[in-house]
């Protein structure tokens, strides 16, 4: 059975760092794009960055340009964002996704996804 499984979340004040990973089991998803999508109360689940499957291209939302980066370690099946220079309006449950295809930034064209972590940023 695959699974997606983050951590690494957590609460943060405002201008700090945080690092959230996911490990994935039960299939080699080293020949999937990765992605990271977040979810804020009350709103829409939203596209935060992708990574293709040889790990040199990267997309990233406008508003964390310069400030996330995302990775991915084939040989571990994992993928990682790490966060500085976190804002408030970063706050949300924030969910890693695999895709069997080219990266894309819709939710919609992601078939696996984990259980979501926390990060929490406070002014």
């Known amino acids: 059975q695959e699974q997606l499984v983050e951590s690494g979340g957590g609460l943060v004040q405002a201008g700090g760092s945080l690092r959230v990973s996911c490990a994935a089991s039960?299939?080699?998803?080293?020949?999937?794009?990765r992605g990271w999508f977040r979810q804020a109360p009350g709103k829409v689940r939203e596209f935060v960055a992708v990574?293709?499957?040889?790990?040199?291209?990267?997309y990233y939302v406008d508003s964390v340009k310069g400030r996330f980066t995302i990775s991915r370690d084939n040989a571990k099946n994992t993928v990682s964002l790490q966060m500085n220079s976190l804002k408030p309006e970063d706050t949300g449950v924030y969910y890693c996704?695999?895709?069997?295809?080219?990266?894309?930034?819709?939710?919609?064209?992601?078939?696996?996804w984990g259980q979501g972590t926390q990060v929490t940023v406070s002014s």
């Open positions: 996704a695999a895709r069997n295809g080219f990266y894309s930034t819709r939710v919609s064209d992601y078939g696996y």
């Open positions: 039960g299939r080699t998803f080293s020949r999937y794009a």
């Open positions: 990574i293709d499957w040889t790990g040199l291209r990267t």
